[in-house]
C-alpha cells in the first residue's frame, strides 16, 4: 500500500504555521538566551523544562514558573495565551502582522514560584502558660497593648 506524501506534508505545514520564536525574560526584563522558535501549543511544564536548561540547573523539579504573555498568564499552552492577549489588546509589543500573526518574536516573561511546605498543625495547649484549654481567639496590637 503506497503512503499518501501529502498528508505528511500538510501536517508539517500546519505545524510550521503553528509555531513562533518567543524570547524568555524574567520580571526585570533581562532575556535569557536568545529568540526560540518553538510550537505553539508548548505548555507550561515544558516552558519549565526549556527555562530550566537555559538557566543550567540542576534542581529542575524545584521550582516552578509561572509564565505571562503582556498580562495574561499562560494557563493552558501558548496559543491560548496570545489569542487572549491580543483580545485584551493592551501589549503593543505582541506581534500583530503576519499570516498567521507571529512574524515576530513574542515576549514570554516568567516569574519563580515560592516554594513552601504545607505541615500539619497540632493543638498543644498545655504549652501556653496560664490557659488550661485551648486558645481560640488571638489578637495582636501594633504597639504591643
Known amino acids: 500500500m503506497p503512503i499518501d ?8 505545514s500546519d505545524q510550521l504555521n503553528e509555531s513562533s520564536f518567543i524570547q524568555l525574560t524574567d520580571s526585570d526584563g533581562n532575556e535569557v538566551g536568545t529568540p526560540i522558535w518553538i510550537p505553539l501549543d508548548v505548555d507550561r511544564g515544558k516552558l519549565t523544562d526549556l527555562l530550566s536548561s537555559l538557566l543550567q540547573r540542576e534542581d529542575v523539579h524545584s521550582l516552578t514558573y509561572d509564565f505571562f504573555v503582556g498580562d495574561v498568564q499562560i494557563l ?3 496559543k ?3 489569542i487572549q492577549a491580543r483580545a485584551k489588546g493592551t501589549d503593543p509589543s505582541l506581534p500583530k502582522f503576519g499570516s ?3 512574524e515576530a518574536v513574542v515576549k514570554v516573561t516568567y516569574q519563580a514560584n515560592a516554594v513552601f511546605r ?3 498543625v497540632t493543638r498543644c495547649s498545655s ?8 486558645v481560640l481567639v488571638a489578637q495582636f496590637s501594633p504597639d504591643g497593648r
Open 5 to 12: 506524501s501529502t498528508v505528511n506534508t500538510v501536517e508539517t
Open 76 to 78: 493552558d499552552d501558548l
Open 80 to 82: 491560548t495565551a496570545l
Open 100 to 102: 498567521n500573526g507571529l
Open 118 to 120: 504545607v505541615r500539619p
Open 127 to 134: 504549652s501556653i502558660p496560664g490557659h488550661k484549654g485551648a
